[in-house]
């Protein structure tokens, strides 16, 4: 019998009308395979639980968030057991710890280190339902950790990897991965089949789809990657190791950029490299670093929009005389195995561009990717002409 991960996000399991969509999706799964499944916080409840702790503190303990955030998931996972339970079929929930998920010691953005399966692998042989909660796992300390936004998808395609299941599905309200964000472009295209490599890009410049380090873990243990709508049965989008033609699968904006300049008249050579080892050490990255002098410190970066309160706190607390600004601006990233052998595409984007006198930060290209990074923040307006022209 084969074994397969389901994993249900957010808006799948935010009330109980919906988890008795979702246990109805599991029950006809269960009929033919060993079921392990991956379930996120209900709705909105991690942005809850996020703001409710910065109410109590600007940058709150790291450990303490960790600890905070992970019981979203639980609750989840209990919810979705009781029903299960009461329906017959036999189900029991797992924390992230209990289903031997151990990780790195990084709060917010823990990695999974080793997965010992040996709870869930005597579960399924008892024909159990095993629901395990989402975006969570303990360090060697034995605290709490969380994986980062996202993260539930990385625990689903990790423990398919351990007990090497025959496929990962990962359920939203979305039934795909499509060209560009279907709230914005009205005529965006799903994508049936793509690359891991394609996925990886599309998930790292914003694309709210899939999680980035669940398609490394994919692409590294060959997993295919199921995206299906948890409210439909239409046909999803398949990632694996499949590339087709040159073409643009995917255009992807991202707003969630902040252009932070910093200036200061005393100098030296080895400024610019503490500040990043600084920043770097509080688990702050920066991009797209700019050294515009020799004779002062004036570099530009650019920073997440959702890592500025800890960045603001670091840079305060160690560089008071460090003179910053920052302005929130856009990058736009076209996707597609191969694009970079198509000179048509950068022909028909720069036209775009010079047309809406657009001005441009950085623009860094490789083989399935042309990233523009913009000085100002662009409307979607810029990505539906982009679309229109790339998209076939």
């Known amino acids: 019998m084969d074994t397969i991960v389901l994993k249900f996000g957010g808006s799948s399991v935010s009330d109980n009308i919906k988890l008795n969509i979702v246990a109805e999706k599991i029950k006809d799964f269960y009929k033919e395979n060993n079921v392990v499944v991956v379930v996120s916080a209900q709705g ?4 809850n639980l996020l703001r409710e702790a910065r109410e109590l503190s600007n940058v709150p303990n790291e450990r303490e968030l960790d600890t905070l955030l992970s019981s979203g998931e639980q609750m989840s996972m209990s919810k979705l057991s009781i029903l299960l339970n009461r329906l017959g079929y036999p189900t029991i929930s797992l924390t992230g710890w209990q289903a031997g998920i151990f990780t790195s010691e990084t709060n917010q953005s823990a990695v999974i280190e080793n997965i010992d399966t040996t709870r869930i692998k005597k579960e ?6 095993v629901i395990v909660a989402g975006f969570q796992g303990v360090n060697d300390k034995g605290d709490i950790t969380t994986l980062g936004r996202g993260g539930s998808d990385t625990t689903a395609v990790a423990i398919a990897a351990a007990l090497k299941a025959d496929k990962c599905y990962i359920f939203s309200d979305v039934d795909g991965v499509y060209s560009t964000d279907p709230n914005k472009i009205k005529d965006a295209k799903k994508i049936p089949e793509l690359s891991y490599e394609e996925m990886e890009d599309i998930s790292n410049e914003g694309a709210k789809v899939l999680h980035n380090r669940c398609v490394e873990v994919g692409k590294k243990f060959n997993i295919p990657i199921v995206t299906k709508s948890t409210f439909n049965n239409r046909p999803g ?3 694996s190791n499949k590339i087709e033609d040159t073409k643009v699968k995917s255009i992807v904006k991202n707003d969630d950029i902040i252009l932070v300049n910093a200036k200061q008249d005393v100098y030296t050579p080895r400024m610019i490299n503490r500040i990043y080892r600084k920043l770097l050490d509080n688990n702050i990255f920066i991009n797209n670093i700019i050294n515009n002098s020799t004779s ?7 920073i997440k929009s959702s890592e500025f309160n800890k960045f603001e706190n670091v840079i305060t607390n160690e560089y008071p005389k460090l003179d910053c600004s920052y302005k929130n601006i856009s990058n736009i990233s076209i996707i597609g195995y191969g694009i970079m052998n198509d000179s048509n595409i950068i022909i028909k984007t720069m036209e775009i561009l010079d047309t809406n006198a657009l001005e441009v930060l950085n623009i860094q290209t490789n083989e399935s ?3 523009i990074i913009f000085k100002d923040k662009l409307s979607d307006n810029i990505l539906e002409q982009l679309h229109n022209a790339l998209i076939d």
């Open 124 to 129: 399924l042989a008892d024909r159990k339902i």
């Open 296 to 302: 002062n410190l004036n570099i530009q970066f650019t």
């Open 44 to 47: 909105k409840t991690t942005d």
């Open 237 to 239: 989008s398949v990632i």
């Open 369 to 371: 990717k042309i990233k």
